[in-house]
């Protein structure tokens, strides 16, 4: 996702690009874009015209230098999870700062990167959601999915069938609690069988833009759904897709730029799963099969609305390769 969003912004001319990373990267090259063995903390040139690369090693104070990069620059785009309000912290620092930040507020992802909470915001403006509660209580019959309210994707998520499984999750909800010295919330949901996609969308101030649906394909393994491609622009009729944008909007005001919106579409009905505040994987796909550049539309979005105007229909299928050891 970082290299995709860089070969949008680079192609912008007139800005200069500083990328904050993690030094156990350096050894994954990006199509060139990042170097290995880059100095910690230090700016450093790449073979790419106005693309700085500050190297953050483990003995540097994360928030500190975030905060120095976001005080030298103009806007800010975080590339970060959810869990553990990782996500919520970084865009409450740039705000926090005064400068412009290029994804949902703090406010929203705080909504947003809470399943518990995202369900109750869309139950309140009558958005068909899939029905979720805290995790807690006795086991009802029946096969539920069970992950935790802050989860990205499928990591820790499990569905369960039985008592027995239930007790389990329950043992493993009060073991990550001893790991992680916190209280580890989950919620519970009907496990429910049907088409799933996802949208790619931009928001700003209750208006609302489909940019593409996209079919999301999974392996069953271990009680565990493992994420293995994505068809990024799968369907052209964009009718109901495109209304259902609208009332998200209408009912999320503080949404800003990039948001994917994971669904759940089965016979009777198309729900809503989750709200993604942030970049998703389909945006890797979304230049090569529509020839829209997402970046540019999002600095657009800063003074204005967006200009969507795709060159191309094709669909584009990307591979995801995740672990699927169980655990």
């Not at 540097?60 to 905060?67: N, T």
């Not at 009680?223 to 009729?237: C, F, K, P, S």
Request: net charge negative; proline share 4%.
């Amino acid at each position: 996702m970082l290299n995709a969003l860089l070969d949008n912004l680079r192609s912008h001319v007139g800005i200069e690009i500083t990328v904050m990373l993690d030094w156990r990267l350096h050894a994954i090259a990006m199509d060139g874009v990042f170097a290995e063995n880059l100095p910690g903390a230090v700016a450093a040139s790449v073979n790419m015209t106005s693309i700085k690369i500050v190297t953050i090693n483990a003995e540097h104070d994360i928030s500190e230098e975030f905060a120095r990069l976001i005080l030298q620059s103009d806007a800010v785009w975080p590339v970060a999870p959810e869990f553990d309000g990782i996500l919520q912290a970084l865009c409450q620092s740039v705000e926090s700062l005064g400068k412009i930040l290029l994804t949902s507020p703090a406010s929203a992802v705080a909504i947003a990167g809470n399943k518990f909470k995202t369900f109750e915001l869309l139950s309140q403006h009558q958005i068909a959601t899939v029905p979720t509660r805290m995790l807690e209580g006795d086991y009802s019959p029946g096969e539920w999915m069970v992950k935790p309210v802050d989860g990205v994707g499928c990591t820790g998520s499990y569905v369960i069938g039985n008592r027995q499984e239930f007790e389990q999750m329950s043992l493993r909800k009060g073991n990550d609690c001893m790991d992680a010295g916190v209280i580890a919330e989950y919620i519970i949901q009907p496990h429910l069988h049907g088409k799933k996609t996802s949208l790619s969308c931009l928001f700003k101030q209750g208006s609302g833009w489909l940019v593409c649906a996209n079919l999301q394909r999974f392996e069953f393994i271990n009680q565990q759904y493992h994420l293995t491609e994505i068809v990024v622009n799968h369907h052209a009729d964009s009718g109901a897709y495109q209304q259902l944008v609208g009332q998200i909007a209408h009912a999320f005001p503080e949404l800003w730029g990039y948001v994917g919106i994971d669904l759940i579409e089965t016979a009777e009905q198309m729900l809503v799963l989750e709200i993604n505040p942030r970049l998703t994987t389909s945006f890797v796909g979304i230049h090569s099969a529509l020839g829209i550049n997402l970046a540019e539309a999002v600095l657009q979005l800063v003074n204005g609305k967006p200009v969507l105007d795709p060159s191309k229909n094709l669909s584009i299928t990307i591979k995801v390769k995740q672990e699927t050891n169980g655990s």
